[in-house]
C-alpha cells in the first residue's frame, strides 16, 4: 500500500467536515472515528482542517457587514482583573485591620511555608504578603519601622502607604525599602532578587549604603548579598515572573535545565533530566507549578523523549528514563 | 458547526492564535532546507501532537509552541538520519541562522498575520463565500443552500470543502513566499561584497 500524502489526507478531512456538517448523525460519527483512529495523520489534519472551517465561519464577510473576524485573537489576555481583585482584597484588608487601629501592639511573628505551598497573609499594618514555596520570614512592626526578615525563599509585597513607618525587607545583608509599593524579594544562595510591580523601592547592602539604587516598576533587581558591587537593575516582565502568585510558571525561553530546577522549588517529587544533551532545550509555555507530571508530559510531546512517570517517586527525563 | 461538541476550545484556540502563524513555520521549514511534501507531513504531524496533547488549552502562546513543536520534530528526524547533507557554501550559510528565523516570540502576535488570514478568506471565490455566509450567516442547512442554488447536495458540500482546501492551500504557499522573500533580501545583502 502506498503512503497516503498530507494533501490527499487534508482532502479526506476537509471531506469530512462537510460530511459531518450536513449530517451529524451517530453513524457518521462512529464512521468519523473510525477514519481518525487509522492514521495519526489524519487527527492532525482533521484539526486543522477544522481551525481552517472556524475561521472561514467567524470572518466570513456578509455583504455590507463588519468583518467579525475575532477580536480577541490579536491579544493576549490582559493579566489585569486579577491585579485589580487583588488590590481590591487588600483594600478590604486596610480598611479592617487599620480601622481597628490595634497595629501599634503586635511584635515580632515568624511565618514558613512548605514545599509546594503558596500563601496568602494579611500583615497587621494593612500590608499583604504573598508567601511562595518553602519560605521563612519573620514580621516585626515597630512604632516607627516596619521590618521583614527573609530568612529563606520568595515572598512578594503590597505594602499599604506609611511615611512616618518605612517598610525594610532584609535578604541576608540586602535590604530594600519602599513606602507604598508592591514588590517581590526572593532570596537566592548569595544574592537577592527584587521584582518591582509598582512604585518605587530602594535597594542596598548592609556596609554599602553608598550604593543604595532605586529600582522602580517594571525593574528587576540582582543584587550580591556581600560583595560592594552596586544592584544590577535591568527593565523585566514583572507580571510574568510573578505568576507563581497563581500557582503557574511561564518559562518563556529557559531552558529545560532552569524549568526543571524551578518546577523542583515546588515539589517534592523531582524532574530529573537524564541526558545532559537536553538540558540547554529551551522551552515556552505555562505550567503549573504543582504539576510535574503535566510538564514531563509537554516535554515528551514536543521533544519525543522518554519520559518516566511513576505513581510515586521522581520523574525521570530523556534517554534512559525508563 | 462543522463538528459540534468534541474539542471545540481546541479547534478555536488552534484557528485563532496557530492557523494565523502556520506561514511562518512553513517558512523556517522551507529554509531550513525542508521539501515542500516534507514540510505539510511535519506540519501535520505537529497538528497532531496538539491534538493529542492533555492540557494543551493552559498552553498561554500557542504558537510559539506549535513552533517549538515542530523544530523539535524536524531537529529529532535529523538526528536520527545520523547525516546532514551539506551540498554548497549556501546551504552552510542557512544553517547558521535557522535557529534566529524566526523566533518564537515574533510569531505570537503578529498582526499582519491576522490580517493575511482574513483577506485570504475575503478572496475565496465568491460561489464559496456565499455558501459559508448563507450556512453560518443565515444558518441554512446544507440541504437549503442547494435548494436556493439550484444544484445538488453534493456540489455544495465540495464547494464547502473547496473553500477550507484553499484557505489551507494559501496559508501553504505564503509559507514558500516567506521564505523565498527571506532569501532574497538576505542575498541582496550579501552581494554587495
Keep these: 500500500m502506498t503512503r497516503q500524502t498530507a494533501l490527499e489526507i487534508e ?67 490582559p493579566p489585569m482583573t486579577r491585579r485589580l481583585a487583588l488590590a481590591g482584597a487588600c483594600v478590604g484588608v486596610i480598611a479592617a485591620v487599620v480601622g481597628g487601629g490595634f497595629y501599634l501592639a503586635l511584635s515580632a511573628r515568624a511565618y514558613r511555608t512548605t514545599t509546594g505551598e503558596i500563601r496568602r497573609i494579611p500583615l497587621a499594618d ?123 510558571i511561564d518559562l518563556a525561553g529557559r531552558t529545560l535545565e532552569q524549568a526543571t530546577d524551578e518546577l523542583n522549588r515546588y515539589n517534592e517529587r523531582k524532574l530529573i533530566i537524564i541526558d545532559p544533551a ?34 510515586r517517586g521522581d520523574i525521570r527525563i530523556g534517554a534512559g528514563a525508563d | 458547526m462543522f463538528g459540534a461538541r468534541a474539542n471545540d476550545c481546541l479547534v478555536r484556540l488552534v484557528a485563532e492564535r496557530i492557523l494565523p502563524h502556520e506561514p511562518k513555520v512553513r517558512a523556517w521549514l522551507i529554509r531550513a532546507g525542508v521539501s515542500a511534501a516534507d514540510c505539510d507531513d511535519f506540519i501535520q504531524e505537529a497538528y497532531c501532537r496538539i491534538y493529542e496533547m492533555d492540557g494543551f488549552e493552559r498552553i498561554e502562546r500557542p504558537a510559539a509552541f506549535f513552533f517549538q ?11 536520527h538520519e545520523h547525516v546532514i547533507r551539506i551540498e554548497s557554501a549556501r546551504d552552510i550559510d542557512l544553517s547558521a541562522f535557522i535557529d534566529e528565523s524566526p523566533l518564537p516570540e515574533r510569531i505570537v502576535g503578529d498582526r499582519r498575520d491576522y490580517d493575511r488570514v482574513r483577506r485570504l478568506i475575503d478572496q ?7 455558501i459559508f455566509t448563507m450556512r453560518k450567516v443565515d444558518e441554512l442547512s446544507q440541504r437549503e443552500i442547494a435548494a436556493r442554488l439550484g444544484v445538488t447536495v453534493n456540489v455544495v458540500e465540495n464547494e464547502g470543502a473547496r473553500g477550507v482546501r484553499l484557505v489551507l492551500e494559501a496559508l501553504r504557499s505564503e509559507g514558500s513566499e516567506l521564505a523565498e522573500r527571506y532569501d532574497r533580501r538576505h542575498a541582496l545583502r550579501i552581494r554587495p561584497r
Excluded at chain 1, 156 to 164: C, E, G, I, N, S
Excluded at chain 1, 165 to 183: E, I, K, N, Y
Excluded at chain 2, 124 to 130: A, I, T, V, Y
Design chain 1, 11 to 77: 482532502a479526506e478531512a476537509t471531506r469530512w467536515l462537510m460530511r459531518l456538517d450536513h449530517e451529524d448523525s451517530l453513524a457518521t460519527r462512529v464512521e468519523l472515528s473510525a477514519w481518525l483512529e487509522q492514521d495519526r495523520r489524519n487527527r492532525g489534519a482533521w484539526l486543522q482542517a477544522r481551525a481552517a472551517a472556524f475561521l472561514i465561519a467567524h470572518s466570513i464577510n456578509p455583504v455590507g457587514s463588519a468583518n467579525g473576524f475575532p477580536v480577541n485573537a490579536v491579544h493576549e489576555p
Design chain 1, 126 to 248: 494593612g500590608s499583604l504578603a504573598m508567601v511562595n514555596t518553602d519560605s521563612a520570614l519573620q514580621v516585626d512592626f515597630e512604632r516607627n519601622m516596619r521590618t521583614v526578615r527573609l530568612d529563606r525563599g520568595e515572598v512578594w509585597f503590597r505594602v499599604a502607604h506609611d511615611a512616618t513607618r518605612p517598610f525594610v525587607v532584609q535578604s541576608g545583608l540586602v535590604r530594600v525599602q519602599a513606602t507604598g509599593t508592591a514588590f517581590c524579594v526572593r532570596r537566592e544562595g548569595n544574592h537577592a532578587i527584587v521584582d518591582v510591580s509598582e512604585g518605587t523601592v530602594e535597594i542596598w547592602t548592609v556596609g554599602h549604603e553608598d550604593h543604595r539604587r532605586p529600582a522602580v516598576a517594571g525593574d528587576r533587581a540582582v543584587v550580591a548579598n556581600a560583595a560592594a558591587a552596586p544592584p544590577i537593575i535591568a527593565a523585566t516582565d514583572v507580571s510574568r515572573n510573578l505568576l507563581w502568585r497563581e500557582g503557574k
Design chain 1, 278 to 311: 537536553l538540558s540547554r532545550e529551551r522551552f515556552y509555555g505555562v505550567f503549573n507549578v504543582d504539576d510535574p507530571a503535566q510538564f514531563a508530559i509537554a516535554v515528551h510531546d514536543s521533544m519525543r523523549v522518554p519520559v518516566h512517570v511513576s505513581e
Design chain 2, 69 to 79: 513543536v515542530t523544530r523539535n520534530l524536524f531537529r529529532s528526524r535529523v538526528r
Design chain 2, 124 to 130: 475565496l471565490p465568491d460561489r464559496c463565500r456565499k
